[in-house]
C-alpha cells in the first residue's frame, strides 16, 4: 500500500510538473526590468490592438518564456477573488480573461533580453493590467520580473488600460433602438384600441 501511495506520488508531481508548487517568494525576481511599450495614455481595446512586452537582464538560464497579463494594484483592492496567491500558477490576480486564461503568452524562445508583440484577447476584461514575464526551464520556473515595479515613462508602460471591444455597426445599434421605440408605441396604440373598444 505505501509502495502504492509513492509510485501515485512521483506520478502526480510528474504530471503536474515541478512548477505546480512554484512559488513567487522561492523563484529569483527581476526588479524593475519589465515594461510595456508604447502610449501608455492611450486605451486599448481587446481583439483589436495588441502590446509590445519587453523584459532585459534574466540571468537563469532557461528554455521558454512565458508572458501573463495581471490587474494593476488599485483594480484588486476589495476583490477578494482576485487574491493574491504566493504559488505562481494560482495566482487569481493573473487570470484575466473570461476562461481564466493563465497565460496572455507562453512558448516564447527563450532570451535573456528580449521583446514580444502581443494581440490583447477578444474577451480581455475592461481593466488596467501590469505584464508579467516568467522563464521557464523543464517545467521549472526559474525567474520572474512584473512591470509594477518599473517607473513609467511617456512610451515605457507599467501598466495598460483596456476597453470593451465594442464590434456591433452602428447601423445595427440606430435599428435596433428603431424597433424598440416602435414596438412600445406599437404597444401603447394597441392598448388605448382595446381600452375605447371595451
Given at each position: 500500500m505505501a509502495?502504492?501511495?509513492?509510485?501515485?506520488?512521483?506520478l502526480a508531481l510528474a504530471i503536474t510538473g515541478a512548477s505546480a508548487s512554484a512559488l513567487y517568494?522561492?523563484?529569483?525576481?527581476?526588479?524593475g526590468k519589465v515594461y510595456i511599450e508604447g502610449t501608455c495614455s492611450k486605451t486599448l481595446t481587446g481583439?483589436?490592438?495588441?502590446?509590445?512586452?519587453?523584459?532585459?537582464?534574466?540571468t537563469e538560464s532557461a528554455d521558454t518564456i512565458a508572458i501573463k497579463l495581471c490587474f494593476h494594484k488599485d483594480k484588486i483592492v476589495d476583490r477578494p477573488w482576485r487574491k493574491f496567491k504566493d504559488n505562481i500558477n494560482k495566482n487569481k490576480q493573473c487570470w484575466q480573461t473570461a476562461k481564466l486564461a493563465k497565460f496572455l503568452k507562453?512558448?516564447?524562445?527563450?532570451?535573456?533580453s528580449?521583446?514580444?508583440?502581443i494581440e490583447l484577447p477578444m474577451n480581455t476584461a475592461p481593466s488596467t493590467y501590469?505584464?508579467?514575464?516568467?522563464?521557464?526551464?523543464?517545467?521549472t520556473y526559474k525567474q520572474w520580473g512584473d512591470s509594477k515595479?518599473?517607473?513609467q515613462t511617456a512610451d515605457k508602460c507599467a501598466h495598460v488600460t483596456t476597453a470593451i471591444y465594442e464590434n456591433q455597426p452602428s447601423t445595427l445599434v440606430g435599428t435596433q433602438a428603431f424597433f424598440t421605440v416602435f414596438s412600445i408605441v406599437v404597444l401603447i396604440v394597441s392598448y388605448s384600441y382595446d381600452r375605447s373598444k371595451n
Open positions: 509502495r502504492t501511495l509513492t509510485i501515485a506520488a512521483f517568494s522561492t523563484t529569483p525576481q527581476v526588479d481583439g483589436a490592438d495588441s502590446i509590445t512586452v519587453k523584459w532585459s537582464d534574466f507562453e512558448g516564447i524562445a527563450y532570451v535573456p528580449g521583446s514580444e508583440l501590469s505584464v508579467q514575464v516568467l522563464s521557464q526551464a523543464g517545467g515595479t518599473y517607473t
